[in-house]
C-alpha cells in the first residue's frame, strides 16, 4: 500500500469522523435559519 | 576436455586491419567491424569480406562487449544495431550468454526492454492475442522497419536497409512483436525493464523521465487508483450507514394555527421546547397550508431560549399558483416547507411563530374587493429534532471522492499519451 | 562400456553404446567403423572448429523423464551459418539428436517409420519444389516448414550412427507447430530420414557437466 493511499484512507477517516461529529451535535452548514431576504423579492409564481 | 577456455577470440579485421573481438564463435554468421564498418563473413573460416562500409561509425551508448547481468545472469554486448520506422528510430543490444543463448536489450530512448525469441506461437483470442495466459492487445497498425546502422556480431546475415514488417501487441509491462518478411515470421517477447536497472547494469548514465510512455509501459496511477477506489468505496459505504443509523428524529411538537389572507400578521407561540442533547440539537420546522392557492404564507420563525432568551431565527415559505396559458393548465409552488436550525444549544425553548397570509394578484386578475369575505387558511406547524443534513453528506462524499477522481483523471491522462500515435 | 584400441594410433578408445558403427578417435581423428568384433580405420574426420557451444561429450541431462549423455556430434555448415548435432544416447539405449542452432535447441528422435505420406517428406525425396509455409502433419501434429537449407558436414567427433565425412552433403527441412514441438527432415545419400521433438533450452533439460569458460560464471539454473 503506498504512502498515498495511507493518507488517503486516514482522510476518509477523519471526513467520517467529522460526519459522526455533525450528526451528534445536529450541526449543519447547510441549516437555513434566517433566508427571508432572499425571498422577499421573488413572490409569485416563475412560470413565463 | 575439462581445461577452461575463454569465450572471446581476437581477430585481425582484412579491411582495416583493426583488431576485433568474436565473442560468439560457431553462433555468429556477420561480424561488422567497430572500426571501419565492414561487414565480415564469420561462417567463413577465412572470414572474408561481405559488405562495405555504408555509414560513418558512430559508438553505443553500451560499447561492445559490456558485460552486465539482468534478473541475476550475466550478459554480454556482442551486436548492436539502430532500426527505424519513418518517423521515429531505436536502437537493439544483441546480448549473449553461451548457456542461455542471445536476447534483445531494446532501447527506446527513454527505457529499456529485454526481448526474447518465442518457440511456440501465441493464440488469437476474442479480445486480442493470447500468450502464457495472458492476453495482449494490438497497439497501433502494422509498420515497416528497416536497419538503419549496424556494429557487432550478430547470428543472421544482418544488413543496413534489411526490412521486416512489425504488428506490435501489448499489455501491462509487456509486448509481443510480430516480424516478418517474405521468408520467415517470428516473434519476441519483450519485457518492460524498470527505470535504472539496465544503467546500472551496464554502467552507462542514468536517464531522466521526460517524453512519451512507451506503449507497453504500465501507468503509473493504477496501482493507486485501484486502493483509492477500494478505500473510498469502503468510506462511502461506511458514511451511508452511519447515515441510516443516525437518521433518527423525534417529533417535540406539533399545533395548528389559522391565517388571514391579506390581513397584518398574527403571533402564536408554542411553550416547553425542551433539547436535551448537551453537544447541540439541528432542529426542523415544517410549515403546511394545504389550503392556499394564488397565495403565499410568510412563517417567520423564533427559538427562544426561555432561560437567557437568546434567539434563533427562521422562515419557511409556503406558496401556490395556478392558471392556464396556450398550453394547458399549470401549477407551481410548494404548499409544504421547512426551516432548519443547526446546533442548537440545550435547555427549554420557546417557538414563536409569526403568520402572514398573501394573496397574489397576477397580470389581468383583478384585486380582492375589500368588501368579500375574508379568506382564513390553515397553517400546521410541526418542530422535529434529529435527522441527518443531506448537505452534510453530500460534502463528505464528495470530499471522500476527490482524491479517486484526481488519480482517475491522472491516469486517462497517462492513458492518453500513451496510446497517442507517434509523429 | 566398451573399452578397445584405435588401429591407427593405438590410443584407448571407449564405447558407451553397443549399438552405433561410428566412433572418432579423440586423438588422431580417425573414423573408426565397427563391424562385429572388428574396428576398421576410415578416413580422417576435420577438428571440430572452436566454438562458444556450452555443451560438450559427456554433458547430462533429462528429457521426456529419461535421461541422456551427449555422446557424439556432427557440425553442418550452410551457406548462412553453421549449427551442431549432438547425439543423446538414453539411459535406455535409445538415441536422439539435440540440434543447437543460433543458442537454440531441438530435441529429436527419429520416427520409427519415414512418415513416407507426408507430402513434405515425399517432396524432399523426389527432389520436388518445396516452399517456406508448407503444412506437414507428421504423427498427427500439425507443422509448418519455417527453415530450408543446403548444408554439407564440417566435421564430427564421438560415437556416432553414421559415417559423418567432411564434404558430406545434406539437405535438411526445419518444421515448427504453434506449440514448441519441431520437426527436421533431412536427405542425405540419397536417404530421407524424420525427426521429431520440440524446441527446449539448457535449464529446462537440468543440463549438468556443461562446458566451463573461463570468463563465465554458471547459469543460476546449472548453479
Request: no cysteine; net charge negative; aromatic share 0%.
Given at each position: 500500500m503506498s504512502k498515498s493511499s495511507i493518507l488517503y484512507a486516514l482522510f476518509c477517516l477523519a471526513v467520517i469522523g467529522g460526519f459522526v461529529t455533525t450528526i451528534r451535535s445536529g450541526f449543519s452548514p447547510f441549516a437555513q435559519g434566517g433566508q427571508r431576504a432572499f425571498v422577499h423579492t421573488a413572490y409569485g409564481p416563475t412560470h413565463k | 576436455m575439462t581445461e577452461t577456455a575463454a569465450t572471446v577470440r581476437a581477430l585481425t579485421c582484412p579491411a582495416c586491419g583493426g583488431t576485433i573481438a568474436l565473442r560468439a564463435a560457431g553462433y555468429t554468421v556477420s561480424l561488422v567491424c567497430e572500426h571501419c564498418g565492414t561487414t565480415l563473413d564469420a561462417a567463413d573460416p577465412e572470414v572474408r569480406v561481405i559488405a562495405a562500409a555504408s555509414a560513418a561509425m558512430t559508438r553505443p551508448?553500451?560499447?561492445?562487449g559490456t558485460r552486465g547481468a539482468l534478473d541475476g545472469e550475466q550478459w554480454e554486448v556482442v551486436g548492436y544495431l539502430e532500426r527505424s520506422d519513418g518517423e521515429s528510430g531505436w536502437s537493439e543490444y544483441l546480448l549473449f550468454n553461451p548457456y542461455l543463448g542471445y536476447a534483445f536489450l531494446l532501447d527506446d530512448g527513454r527505457r529499456f526492454s529485454l526481448g526474447w525469441l518465442l518457440d511456440r506461437l501465441p493464440e488469437s483470442a476474442v479480445d486480442g492475442l493470447q500468450y502464457a495466459s495472458e492476453t495482449y492487445r494490438r497497439f497501433g497498425t502494422p509498420y515497416k522497419t528497416w536497419v538503419r546502422f549496424v556494429v557487432g556480431e550478430f547470428y543472421w546475415r544482418v544488413a543496413v536497409g534489411e526490412q521486416v514488417r512489425v504488428t506490435d501487441y501489448v499489455l501491462p509491462g509487456k509486448m509481443l512483436s510480430c516480424e516478418e518478411n517474405d521468408e520467415e515470421r517470428t516473434w519476441t517477447l519483450l519485457e518492460l525493464l524498470d527505470r535504472g536497472v539496465v544503467e546500472r547494469a551496464f554502467g552507462i548514465d542514468k536517464r531522466g523521465n521526460a517524453g512519451a510512455p512507451a506503449p507497453h509501459e504500465p501507468s503509473p496511477w493504477h496501482s493507486r487508483l485501484i486502493d483509492a477506489i477500494i478505500i473510498g468505496t469502503v468510506a462511502a459505504l461506511t458514511l451511508l450507514f452511519i447515515a441510516a443509523i443516525g437518521s433518527n428524529t423525534h417529533q417535540l411538537a406539533a399545533a395548528d394555527f389559522t391565517t388571514t389572507i391579506d390581513a397584518p400578521m398574527t403571533s402564536q407561540v408554542i411553550k416547553g421546547i425542551t433539547l436535551t442533547n448537551p453537544a447541540g440539537t439541528a432542529v426542523t420546522i415544517a410549515a403546511r397550508a394545504d389550503g392556499i392557492d394564488n397565495g403565499w404564507v410568510d412563517v417567520d420563525l423564533s427559538l427562544v431560549n426561555a432561560v437567557t432568551d437568546q434567539s434563533y431565527g427562521g422562515y419557511v415559505l409556503v406558496e401556490h399558483y395556478t392558471g392556464t396559458d396556450s398550453d394547458g393548465a399549470w401549477s407551481e409552488g410548494d404548499r409544504r416547507n421547512r426551516a432548519t436550525l443547526s446546533n442548537v444549544p440545550p435547555g427549554r425553548y420557546d417557538l414563536v411563530i409569526e403568520l402572514t397570509g398573501h394573496r397574489w394578484v397576477g397580470p389581468g386578475q383583478s384585486p380582492a374587493s375589500a368588501w368579500g369575505t375574508a379568506d382564513v387558511q390553515p397553517v400546521s406547524i410541526v418542530l422535529t429534532t434529529g435527522g441527518v443534513f443531506a448537505g452534510n453528506m453530500l460534502l463528505a462524499l464528495l470530499a471522500i471522492l476527490l482524491w479517486p477522481a484526481i488519480l482517475w483523471a491522472l491516469h486517462l491522462r497517462f492513458e492518453q499519451r500513451r496510446t497517442a500515435p507517434v509523429t | 562400456m566398451i573399452n578397445a584400441d584405435c588401429p591407427n594410433c593405438g590410443a584407448a578408445v571407449r564405447f558407451r553404446s553397443a549399438d552405433l558403427p561410428v566412433r572418432v578417435c579423440d586423438y588422431c581423428r580417425s573414423s573408426l567403423v565397427r563391424s562385429g568384433e572388428v574396428l576398421q580405420a576410415m578416413g580422417k574426420i576435420a577438428e571440430v572448429p572452436a566454438d562458444v557451444s556450452p555443451l560438450q561429450i559427456g554433458t547430462r541431462g533429462m528429457w521426456t523423464e529419461t535421461p541422456f549423455e551427449l555422446i557424439g556430434r556432427v557440425r553442418w555448415r550452410w551457406a548462412d551459418g553453421g549449427w551442431n548435432e549432438w547425439l543423446m544416447l538414453f539411459a535406455d539405449g535409445s538415441t536422439g539428436w539435440l540440434g543447437e542452432a543460433m543458442g537454440r535447441y531441438m530435441a529429436l528422435r527419429a520416427l520409427d517409420h519415414a512418415a513416407g505420406r507426408t507430402g513434405v517428406v515425399r517432396a524432399l525425396r523426389d527432389d520436388s519444389p518445396i516452399a517456406l509455409g508448407m503444412d506437414a502433419t507428421i504423427d498427427r501434429v500439425r507443422y509448418i516448414v519455417t527453415d530450408i537449407k543446403q548444408a554439407t558436414c564440417v566435421a564430427s567427433e564421438g560415437e556416432l550412427p553414421f559415417s559423418a565425412p567432411a564434404g558430406l552433403a545434406m539437405k535438411s527441412l526445419d518444421l515448427q507447430a504453434s506449440d514448441g514441438r519441431c520437426a527436421s527432415v533431412q536427405k542425405d545419400r540419397g536417404q530421407v530420414s524424420v525427426y521429431v521433438g520440440a524446441f527446449v533450452d539448457l535449464a529446462g533439460l537440468r543440463a549438468t557437466n556443461m562446458r566451463a569458460f573461463e570468463d563465465w560464471p554458471m547459469p543460476n539454473f546449472a548453479a
Open positions: - | 551508448e553500451i560499447p561492445l | -
